[in-house]
């Protein structure tokens, strides 16, 4: 089993900054892909970032693309999502996730929620106008 850790969450102004932080434990292995995922009030959650084993393949929703930058610090068992320029749609809480066989098999980061196997238990992030 592996168990994820979400920090770095909070209420930011519109235009600022904010890195969220993920820390895993357990039988963890640098071979996963991980990534973000960001559920909104009634809505579903959606794919935010993900990154490689390696870290060289990164992938991001259009949304975020040119905002957010995801990176890994696989002797820290850690993975960042560094968030700017946050608008008000970018309100949610962020869970981290790891997949560990589905991006491996496609030779692509999955993207989808069903696709992953280990959550953590989410941060709040508020961006206020």
């Known amino acids: 089993q592996v168990q994820l850790v979400e920090s770095g969450g909070g209420l930011v102004q519109a235009g600022g900054s904010l890195r969220l932080s993920c820390a895993a434990s357990?039988?963890?292995?640098?071979?996963?892909?991980m990534g973000w995922f960001r559920q909104a009030p009634g809505k579903e959650r959606e794919f935010v970032a993900g990154?490689?084993?390696?870290?060289?393949?990164?992938s991001y929703a259009d949304s975020v693309k040119g905002r957010f930058t995801i990176s890994r610090d696989n002797a820290k068992n850690t993975v960042y999502l560094e968030m700017n320029s946050l608008k008000p749609e970018d309100t949610a809480v962020y869970y981290c996730?790891?997949?560990?066989?589905?991006?491996?098999?496609?030779?692509?980061?999955?993207?989808?929620?069903?696709?992953?196997?280990?959550w953590g238990q989410g941060t709040q992030v508020t961006i206020s106008s």
């Open positions: 357990g039988r963890t292995s640098s071979s996963y892909t």
């Open positions: 996730a790891a997949d560990q066989t589905t991006s491996i098999r496609r030779h692509s980061i999955a993207t989808m929620t069903r696709e992953y196997d280990y």
């Open positions: 990154i490689s084993w390696s870290g060289f393949s990164t």
